[in-house]
């Protein structure tokens, strides 16, 4: 643990200054950059390019621990190296990371993201770090990562972060350090843990006042406010899996794969063989193939069945296995769904639809 | 219809009537000859036996002095300058090798552009042989006349493209215009001996028999040319064709413009026809075709 | 491999696809008459330009091949009658579309080319090897 | 919309249709809408938020006889789906809707989609029952359709090459823009074939650039520009630039636009004697 | 998967160039990959040694590097059946038409090799064994062209016993043969030897003829052609008609006759030639008089009808129409024949101005005593008997300006024997000869030409004819140039004999396409290969003899049709016909039954098929189906795939390039 609170107040040209010397110290830094009118956490190597007006990221900080798209293995025969994105992929070098023979991954400092990104991490790291099975390239990672969080002055309306005990727009949970933009110029940062102290290692800066306490206090109640969405999961849900709503609902859902793919928290990978390299990438359990067994039987073939296992699996399964809903409300899969399906609402009716039997 | 004029020496020389009946004719169909300002020799046949680039460079120098004329167009008489102009043209245009040379040569920047034309193709395509028509004031329809187009008119067919190179028929339709009949005869292309005439005339003796007896055994009365060098051929050495092969042609040798003058009533003397060897004044009374 | 190609000069990599019936039997008949072209192309052979799908197209350019030509019958002379003509529309189609994305049109071309035109075969041959040669290795996915 | 109400109303009544699939509201915004009873037909509505192309929901609703609301660019789809056999015509019944325009959700101030800026398909070319159109019948602006195509041809190619390669690398393989596309309809999409793999499964810059050309490609002659693809993309890529391109090719070399008749040959599969066929010759040597 | 790879020398064909040891070295290093070299891999011992091989490694594919697969494809596959392997398990990399002969820098061609070698390996990687499917065989033969050469084959065919069918264009068989007075060099009469053959192709039970009629559509496949034949209405009843000729003395109208070369006149209802065979008129419907007067109008009961008024048999048929005749045969013999240059193009020649400037047809039919002037050298112009005739040789061959560059090979022959009769009709007339080569390459041919100069005293005078034209007089003046005495000659000639060349038949492109065999820039049909198959085409059933392939004279037509009837026997001498099995063949499980491939499908190969759960897909009917491929292109999910040439197999190929 930390020696003790330690909150002080930056101007946004220091912060850049910060921001730059985790560069120089050639640490990876990955920050919001606004492409095409949408934001997404990218490697970023002159701090000028953050952006700073955001609600909040496309694709969640999961991207960054458990990538899209991540090498496993390479079992290539020294022949042509294949084309890969990332072009130090194969390990000429001797150094090898643990798991296989990839080499090992370069330190990384993520800054801009959201208190309930943050939050998904710490539910992430439940599945993920298990003491039985620990995977190893998402610990590497894991611990390689250092969290700036940025805490939401005005969150969307389709968010529903404070619906969960450590959630909500200020909330520091599972974060190195935070930030608050409390005025035009103005950040209170608090640090959080010894590698948020690592970042901010001189701590000339100025204790906040009583005054920009107060305004802080202030801030946090407005977010709180506009929060308007809540999670309301019918504790009988087991129960309600038979239940005739769930083939209505799921009438308009056109099983994309964008809710499993933007929701901070689903973690369902696949793992194939392509060029001479073992692969592991996501997969969302809405595609006909996620249960393709190598009869060629698919268990779930239903569009319903599939829609309303996304359902038991965040808010049943996880929560017999993990003691959590596997959901920190981030409200990316309401915001992004092309027919606009909301999950509360699903569960709402569902919940009701026990009244009727 | 403006088009530079390329006499070519022998038109200011032995074959004068050529060019007087040609300007002649011309101004009355409205078609305006300006003469290409110092233009030269262009060489004819023995120039590139000598020096290949000279042959073709002398051509290129008139062509370029024609620019200055303002027309397009270069238009030409006689059938050895034309197939001169035409050769150093197709060059220049197909050969970036041989224009190098020819503009190194000539010092100036020549791409072909200046167009080269007999005024066969001028009457018969620009100007259009109903309009010929329409121009004829006395209609020759007596003549029997045998049109002679010699070889260098014709060939090569890959560069001249002047007509068909085994039976041109361009001469005898602008002919008809007239109203004289032309005679089918297979001697359009023969060979008349050319530059022979002075270093071995026994050979174009023999051949102008052949081409006079072809021509009389096909009926014809006058034969027309759009050539000096065959004209002079035929014409000059016709009485000592007679004498050595004792034959009797009184065959005139016209010029198809002279004809065309005769048809449109211009007067014989301002058609040069009084300087034929053969000539064809006599002839033309009893056909009273001019007084 | 890597350096020996910029050493002496870009050496591009490209794959010829030969209908059996007419292009492949005129590269042969070029081989019978000895004449000389680049030996940058490797043939491959298959039974109609038809069976060219443009998405082997696709593949060979994601697979750093540096050139593709395909190269069927002149119209009206397919073996299978119509297979020239199909795929002459898919061809030019794909090839519109894989322009309109950025990719060099010299990277992917398509000839006629009939059982008897050796010469027109090996010029094939040097001229798209130029071409490719002049447009560059094919790094759009290293 | 009383009139659309009753036409469902009287379908749901006579069993001629099990269910109308159309649009409704719902906290504010509109949402596809299943009607299996008459008494909650009320609930349908059409106006300018209505930009679901319901057409692509028939790949769940196969061999059921349904009725749709379709606008006119939606109703080119079923044009498609005849001409490839996907659907019987008598299965379905058309409840067609005079449409002069539908919002563009991602622009910022919600103006007309700029498919519909020229749009010819006001009344839809196929359908059962039309639907007149209440509001103002604003004469959408006839724009020049491929204009911003041809600028961008313009480009030399390698910088066209950065423009789509920033873009595929954003795609995260979602698949929104297959799931929407009611072109889309295979039963195993060539994506998910892994002998021969033609498209590599994972999102790499390789992978992305064929998933999208293959999916472009099969979209040749097929593409009914209903715009849903770029609307369903979450990291906004331009796919409706690509479709675009290839309609205008099709019109300019085949003079050919999906969806006009059922019963006559795909673009792609057919071919025109010599004389018709504008394909500049400099293609093929 | 064990592969051996035999890399060949091909004696120094390919080691001049390659370097094979190292071919063999890189190629060995591969995983699971044995190879080996040799000097001649397609001799006997090199075949005994990939048969050892196979054996003692017990290997799985053979990929041979050496020459063109056009070569030597079968003879290695026939090696593998004899090693035990199945023969498409083989893979040819052509490393010598198209590397070493076409490529000089060593290294590059070695490395070109180690790439083809690579992917003849990947692509034998994933062969599948095929297995031949079996078709069965229609017996029965179509020859299309009724001239000595379809004539000769159909005998040949049906004597052993297969039902034959011959179309010929025009009203009578016999083609252009039945044209000749003489044959070269035996001097026997032309009708002569072909009349009997002409009989007993008729008389023979196996052997239909339909005249005056064309072939429309072919298709189908080797073993199961179908034809669609169009015999033309003749307007005469071929039961009814005796031949008796009453009809044509009586027949009023006169026209040139094509047979005559247009030389003499023949009716409206007219035999092309005495000997014809059938021996029935037929109704040239453009000038007779009742059939003009029935266009003018319609309605009315039509003028003339003498021929049916004095038919005895009453075999006049005025309302005939054309008859379809659709039949199945299980292989085509194609003998179109060639057709005579047109020597207009020839302006020094005249251009076809001057009547006595005659083709060398046109003196055959005036030497041919049932020609048109009986047999007497008349001039066409005035018919006064020609005393000086003069040939001109290679008018329309050897001339690339005329777009006809090859030697037809028969001029030399038939203008020496047409000098020859001309001297026998005329003893005191003379010939000459203007000539580039003469060309006497076959069996007492050269004998025959010093016959002809020294016997019959024709004058050979080796120069090409400049210019020819009518003097006065009304006889020609042939100027030309004897190069062996290097003077000018001008003969003035009663006749001038113009040595036409042979070109391609005029519906050579249309058959051609529609049968879907090649032909080449002269419009001959391409043979499959010009020294080792000159009857055969590429297209499997379809064989070509007489001059359509190439011009030739009667000897060898007659020989060529020999043998293209043998190889139709070969073929039908066995019960079932091994068909290639490089099929499509379609995943039922992933087609979503959209049926693009139907639409491209040239042969309409797919049909519909119900499954299980009431969905439509496609399916492949193997014997309409030709491997083309079509149809995987078109598929957008390549669920169709074609057995050989697997869309695996060619990504893998494009990989293995890496």
Redesign the interface.
Known sequence: MISEMKKFIISKNELKKILAGIVAENIKLIAPVS????F?LEEVSDAEKIAWDYSNV??PVKEHIFP??EVLLDFGRG??PP???EPEARSSGKEKNPAGNMPPVKEQVIFGLRPCDARSLLVLDKPFLQEKYVDSYYKERREKTTLIAMACLNPEKTCLCSSFENGGPFSSAGSDVLCVQTGQDEFLVEILSEKGEKIFKNPSFAQPSGEVLKKLENLKADSEAKICKALKVPENLRELFEAGTWE?ES??C?????C???SATCYCF?I?D?FEQR?R??I?CS?K?YTKMTS?EISREK?SARFKHWYFHKFSYHKDNFGEYLCVGCGRCIK?C?????FT?VLGKIGNSKQEQ | MKYAYYPGCSLHSTSREYDMSAKEVSTRLGIELIEAPDWVCCGATPAHVTMHVLSQALPVKSLINAKQTGADTMAVCCAACFSRLKIANYHVLNDPGKKAKINRAVGAEYNGEVAVKHLLEILAKDFGLENLKGKMTAKLDGLKVACYYGCLLVRPRKIMQFDDEENPTIMDAVVETTGAKTVDWPGKVECCGASFSITKTGVVLRLCRDILQLASDAGAECIAVACPLCQSNLDLRQPEVNKKYDKKFDMPVLYFTQILGLAMGIDWKKLGLDKHIVSPLKFLKGKNIIK | MEEKKEKNGFEPRLVGILCRWCSYQGADLAGTSRLKYEPNMTVLRVPCSARMSPLFLMKGLTSDIDGILFSGCHPGDCHYISGNMNARRRFVIFKKLLEFAGMEPERIQMSWCSASEDKKWADIVDSVTIEVKKTGPNNKFK | MKELIDKAKELLKEKKVETVIGYREIRGCVVPAYVDSPCDADCLIFDKRCVYNLANYLKWFKNKNVALVLKGCDAKSINVWLQEFQIKRENIFIIGVECYGVMNEKSADAGLSDKCGHCEAHVPNIYDAVIKHQGDKKESVQGEPFKDIQEFEKLPHDERWDFWKKQFEKCIKCYACREICPMCYCKECIVERNIPQWIMSSPSVKGNFEWNMVRAFHLAGRCVECGECERACPVNIPLMKLNKKLIKEMKELFDYSAGQKEDVKSAIDDFYPEKDIKIDDKMIR | MKIGVFVCHCGTNISAVIDVQKVVNDLAKMPGVFAMDYKFMCSDPGQNMIISEIKQKKLDAVIVAACSPCLHELTFRNTLIRGGLNPYMLEIANIREQDSWVHTDRDKATEKAVRLAKMAVAKAKRNQPLFPQEVSVEKSCLVIGGGIAGIQAAIDISSAGYQTVIVEKEPSIGGKMAMFDKTFPTLDCSACILTPKMVQASQSKKVKIYTYSEVEEIGGYVGNFNARIRVKARSVNMEKCTGCGICWQKCPVKVNSEFEQNLGPRKAVYVPFAQAVPNVPVIDCVNCTYYRSKRQNPESKGLCRICEKFCPAGAIEFDQKDKIIEEKFGAVIVATGFSAFDHKVYGEYGAGRYKDVVTALQFERLLNSSGPTQGKILRPSDSKEARTIVFVQCVGSRDESKGVPYCSRVCCMYTAKQALLLKEHIPDANAYVFYIDIRAAGKNYEEFIERVQDEYGVLYLRGRVSKIYRTGDGALLVRGADTLSGTQVEISADMVVLATGLVSNPETVKLGQMIGIPYDKNRFFTESHPKLAPAETQTAGVFICGACQFPKDIPDSVAQAGAAASKVLGLFSQEHLMLEPVLACVNQKICNGCFHCRAVCPYNAIDEEILKDKSVVARVIESKCHGCGNCISACPVSAVDLKGYTNEQILEQLQSLR
Do not use: H
């Not at chain 1, 492409?35 to 949408?38: L, T, Y």
């Not at chain 1, 056109?254 to 964008?258: K, M, N, S, T, Y």
């Not at chain 1, 092309?338 to 909301?342: G, Q």
């Open positions: 492409r095409d009118n949408a997404f496309v694709k899209m798209r022949t042509d084309a890969l994105d209505t009438l308009s056109i099983a994309c794969g964008i499993r793919y933007l696949n194939t392509e692969l990438y996501w969302p595609f193939n060629g569009k992004y092309p027919v606009k399906i909301d609402e």
